[in-house]
């Protein structure tokens, strides 16, 4: 089945530093989706984009929907100890409302 | 507004027995998925469904997966005589629109 590539697969940053992290794929979709996962429970949605060049921002979050439709960039600022976790990017095409993850980035922050 | 429900959060089979997962959607989504996610994997994409209809089934495995959301009560994910390989993570999502997909705390099936 179809799937997206994410990357990188980890990071291991220092608090304090940014972080950037990105999601392509061969084919188009017309939503983009960011969720943040801890261990053992389900993903929490940070960030939902609908436009092809549409930058969106949720506090130290910020993420962008690619001008070719076909990726998604996540960035995060001054990152802090809470902001471990994996984080996956979700795309959706026209016409169905299924989503389609990447395999996820996994975020190590150390204090 | 309560988040969307899953039950049990753990759940233990035999092989060859059966296995129900419930999900309630969120107050006011009529939009129920069902995504199955494997150790170190993004979730993968089960089924689809609105309130006494399934929508879209086409990640559904054609043998021992059905799933259901009647009209009264939670979505139902049902595995018949399950097998070493159906241990996974199983999240149930809503959503109003279509649009935003908001995510349960999932059921951990282990089959012994």
């Known amino acids: 089945g179809q799937q997206l590539n994410q990357s990188p697969q980890s990071m291991f940053i220092q608090e304090g530093e940014d972080v950037s992290m990105n999601c392509t794929s061969s084919?188009?979709?017309?939503?983009w989706l960011w969720y943040k996962q801890d261990p053992g429970e389900g993903p929490v949605l940070l960030i939902a984009?609908?436009?092809?060049?549409e930058l969106t921002s949720n506090g130290r979050l910020t993420a962008q929907f690619g001008i070719t439709r076909k990726d998604s960039f996540l960035n995060i600022s001054a990152s802090i100890p809470s902001d471990v976790g994996i984080y996956f990017c979700?795309?959706?095409?026209?016409?169905?409302?299924?989503?389609?993850f990447g395999k996820g980035t996994k975020l190590t922050v150390n204090p | 507004n309560a988040g969307v429900m899953q039950n049990p959060r753990h759940l233990v089979r035999r092989r060859g027995q059966e296995a129900r997962l419930r999900c309630s959607p969120m107050?006011?989504?009529?939009?129920v998925y069902w995504y199955r996610q494997l150790p170190e994997e993004g979730l993968k994409f089960m089924v689809y469904?609105?309130?006494?209809?399934?929508?879209?089934e086409s990640g559904m495995p054609k043998e021992r997966f059905s799933a259901e959301f009647p009209k009264e009560g939670p979505s139902i994910l049902r595995i018949q005589q399950v097998v070493r390989g159906d241990s996974a993570a199983y999240f149930c999502?809503?959503?109003?629109?279509?649009?935003?997909?908001?995510f349960g705390p999932g059921t951990r099936l282990t089959v012994t």
């Open positions: 999502a809503s959503s109003e629109t279509g649009y935003e997909q908001y």
């Open positions: 084919s188009i979709f017309n939503t």
């Open positions: 984009l609908y436009k092809a060049g």
């Open positions: 979700a795309g959706r095409q026209g016409g169905s409302e299924k989503l389609v």
């Open positions: 107050k006011g989504h009529s939009h």
């Open positions: 469904l609105q309130k006494e209809n399934i929508i879209d």
